[in-house]
């Protein structure tokens, strides 16, 4: 009985653990100047809704923007960071696995658009 009563506890640690598991996505650095802004992507490109963080940081670690939205599939979200807060990469904490995701780093001129970009792995 007691067996029983252990090998129940470990699977449903096990199953439970796994419901918790969350990936972290990070880009390479971009450098926003003067009036650009440093832009954070993430996409949700899998079957189910999931509440995700989206922070742009600092090449010191430091967080100086963030946002934490629900993601339906499909949809995308994006953290807009002026130049003068010198974020240089973003980092996605995201739900379950990384690959139901795509995250991105842009550099945007507001008169322009995006003028240089780099994915998220």
Same mark, same amino acid.
């Given at each position: 009985m007691i067996t029983k009563k252990l090998a129940l506890a470990l699977a449903a640690t096990l199953v439970l653990g796994a419901a918790a598991r969350a990936d972290v996505l990070v880009t390479p650095p971009l +450098?926003?100047?003067g009036d650009n802004v440093l832009d954070c992507y993430l996409a949700n490109v899998g079957k +189910?809704?999931? #509440?995700?963080? =989206?922070e742009a940081v600092t090449k010191? &670690? #430091? *967080?100086?923007q963030a946002g934490t939205p629900t993601l339906r !599939? &499909?949809?995308e979200e994006v953290v807009? *960071? !002026?130049a003068g807060l010198l974020a240089r990469y973003c980092r996605?904490? +995201?739900p379950g696995a990384g690959r139901d995701y795509r995250g991105s780093? /842009? +550099?945007?001129? /507001? &008169? =322009?658009?995006? =003028?240089s970009a780099l994915a998220a792995f």
């Open positions: +450098v926003a100047e +189910v809704a999931r #509440k995700v963080r =989206i010191e &670690g #430091k *967080t100086v !599939p &499909g949809q807009r *960071t !002026p996605f904490t +995201v780093v /842009l +550099v945007h001129d /507001l &008169g =322009i658009g995006s =003028i």
